[in-house]
């Protein structure tokens, strides 16, 4: 249960790095390269960590508690 809601977390700010690196792009503070590769990072990350949380109902869960 606290590994998945580590993995949550995880995901979830690997697909914030995928999304903030644009807006900060747009406004001018960061370099269009620098954002490819926190952008590819982010989604590296997210299909790494996303997938194991992903698609589980809570029954299957329980089980491997």
């Known amino acids: 249960m606290i590994v ?5 977390i995880i995901s979830f700010a690997a697909l914030a790095l995928t999304l903030v690196p644009a807006f ?3 406004w ?3 370099e269009p390269n620098l954002s ?4 590819l990072i982010g989604t590296v990350v997210w299909f790494g960590t996303a997938s194991f949380w992903m698609n589980k109902s809570e029954e299957e869960e329980e ?3």
């Open 36 to 39: 490819k590769t926190l952008m």
């Open 24 to 26: 900060l792009v747009f």
């Open 4 to 8: 998945a809601t580590i993995l949550k």
């Open 28 to 30: 001018g503070y960061i």
């Open 63 to 65: 089980e491997v508690i």
